[in-house]
């Protein structure tokens, strides 16, 4: 088994691997929209909930109670080239029983991140109310390993993975997959952003048929290191 290590910087804004958080790829659909400017509201039980949107690409960040107003503030973003097909898929988000965070992609490596939350306020989300608050029987149904990948806390992570590497074997011509550790230290919002950025990060630097492990499974490893700098 061979060991790299990596510690992805903080190199300028444009180009910052380690700036955008992710939790959930999004995947363009064609959605309609129930109205130009829904409110989400998840329903559990006879128990509703009013949902704002968090968004943030760099340091630019907002707190909305529409989609429309997150579109607006996407719209006022040069890099961020809003387009149909984009809008129907942030609106589709908005007004989905999904809570995960989702992201993205501007650019290769760079992202901005939408977040449903409860809170009614930057300062209120700040302070740890991001996430939808669950009903006692869906807290139940989470397994703590995954809630703690799941987990929302901006900061430095060290994450570890083991995956089999393709390699050319000297001399012959042919591949052999090599089991190989890399470990990072990655500025992130999460476990699973931690994950996602690595194998972001891999993917890009080793032959396209090396196999990298679910974040989920027992060959990735992470611990949270503290608010970042």
């Not at 340091?59 to 387009?83: C, H, Q």
């Not at 901005?112 to 740890?128: G, H, L, P, R, Y």
């Not at 990948?149 to 570890?160: P, Q, S």
Request: charged share 25%; proline share 6%.
């Amino acid at each position: 088994m061979s060991i790299a290590t990596w510690e992805f910087e903080s190199p300028p804004l444009h180009i910052n691997i380690a700036e955008i958080a992710q939790l959930v790829e999004h995947n363009l659909a064609k959605v309609g929209v129930a109205g130009p400017s829904p409110v989400f509201r998840s329903f559990l039980g006879k128990q509703q909930f009013q949902m704002n949107l968090y968004l943030r690409y760099f340091d630019r960040e907002t707190l909305v109670p529409t989609v429309d107003d997150a579109i607006a503030f996407l719209k006022a973003i040069d890099e961020v080239e809003m387009n149909p097909v984009l809008e129907a898929d942030i609106r589709e988000y908005a007004a989905s029983d999904v809570y995960y965070p989702k992201r993205y992609k501007v650019r290769p490596r760079v992202y901005f991140i939408i977040i449903k939350t409860e809170a009614v306020s930057m300062q209120d989300f700040k302070d740890k109310k991001a996430v939808h608050s669950l009903s006692p029987v869906s807290a139940k149904a989470t397994p703590p390993a995954l809630a703690r990948l799941n987990e929302i806390r901006f900061g430095w992570y060290e994450g570890m993975i083991d995956f089999k590497r393709v390699l050319m074997v000297p001399g012959t011509g042919k591949f052999q997959y090599k089991d190989t550790q890399f470990i990072a230290y990655v500025k992130a919002e999460s476990g699973l952003d931690c994950y996602n950025r690595i194998v972001d990060h891999l993917r890009e630097r080793v032959d396209e048929r090396s196999q990298f492990p679910s974040a989920k499974g027992k060959n990735f490893k992470f611990h949270y290191l503290g608010m970042a700098k």
